[in-house]
């Protein structure tokens, strides 16, 4: 046994490497998980941005052989959807779980400031999804549907003049989620030259716009020639067909033209096929990197929530450490919030309660006023009461005087004598009658009183000098 430290890996130092004297069977590994992953089958989602009619559809076909659903959207929508459909390939013995997921709508509303947003939306959605998987208590990562987005081919219309707003917009807004792959829809509608033109275009407003695209990784020396070759075509030129044309005695995908056939599988008419290939080989690199974008979210979304690994003083914090000290920090803001609730609560009674006095205030000095009135009235009416009772008083009195003098009148009048004797009314007599008539009413007025009384004296004087006579 030999130790040995040539080809360290830097996280290893400090552990020492040893030679074996015999077969010890380890070196199966690898085999192991290649059936394991061939058992599992291996999952992979593309998401495909382009205007309506670019041919999205007809180079997902073509990129994978087969001709998947295909309803054509209309260019009337009111805004931005993502359609997903999820096949399950095989080729061999290994199972690819497919997931396309198609913009519909991209770019045929008015404003298209807002274009990118439902997609964005939906690729944080697919993150926060798995997170949501990670974080359960019971997860089932393995079995679990991932449907974070792999690659983005994005479709630039074959203007042949430059990026639209709306292109450098989306892809600046997706760049640090999702590997962009930027590709030229239709590319047989615009010629050769013009293409290799337009390429530079593209790629020289993606440096100055500062968008960063998926670059092939060359850092593996078993693909490092073809992919440095491949980021030079960049970005694909692509046909797609979903019809196969007769060419010889071969059936090829192609599209047929009154002038000639582009075939779709061909090199030298589009890039479709370096498309395909470089997916293929660099499937993982693209899993991998999706798993970095991912791993950026996370930490985002995990520090929002408060998590952190490193403590006060740059000491490694633990997850119970966090969870208490989150606790504890929750525990602190929720006091606080509740003190200041309460103190708003408290500032609100004292206010009503101070604008209730002033209005029990007012309602008492008004009460006040009243009262003050009411008595100032009362005793007015005393008053008043008063001087009729007087008045009344000496009525009854003048009342009685009169009643009592005209009793003697009444007494020793001829009148009464008369009328016991059953002698007809004389002329003489009718001032009596109405004298009588006055007394039965008893409702006279003071003046009319002493006029009556007047008239009666002179009544009395008469008839006592009358009698006299006689
Ligand atoms: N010239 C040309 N036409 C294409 C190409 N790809 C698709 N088309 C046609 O464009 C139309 C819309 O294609 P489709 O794939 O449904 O577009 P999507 O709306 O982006 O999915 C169809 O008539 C296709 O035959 C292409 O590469 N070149
Ligand atoms: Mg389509």
Redesign the pocket.
Known sequence: MAASNAGRHPQNVGCRTLSLSAHVGFDSLPDQLVRKSIKHGFCFNIL?I????????????SLFNTNFD?S??THFLSSVRLRTQTYELQESNVLLKLTIV?TLGFGDQVNKADSYQPIVDYVDAQFEAYLEEELKVIRSLFSYHDTRIHVCLY?ISPTGRSLKTIDLLTMRNLDSKVNIIPVI?????ISKTELQEFKKKIMSELVSNGIRIYQFPTDDETVSGINTMTNGYLPFA??????KVKVGNKMVRA?QYPWGI?K?ENESH?DTIKLRRMLCTNMEDLREKTRAYYESYRCCRLEKLGCRDIGPENKSISLQEVVEAKRLEFCLEKEEKEKKIKQQFMQKVNKKAAVLEEAEQQVLTKFERLMLTHQEEKLKLGEKKKILEDEIAQFIEKKAITESILSQVSVSTPVVSLKTQGLQKNQDFQPEVQCFCVRDEGTVNVGEQSERESEKEKLEKENSSREFQE
């Open positions: 495909c382009g205007e309506t009619g670019i041919g999205k559809s007809a180079l997902m076909s295909n054509p959207s198609k479709f829809g239709k590319a047989d509608s692509v046909v797609g067909s979903m019809e599209r582009v779709v589009c």
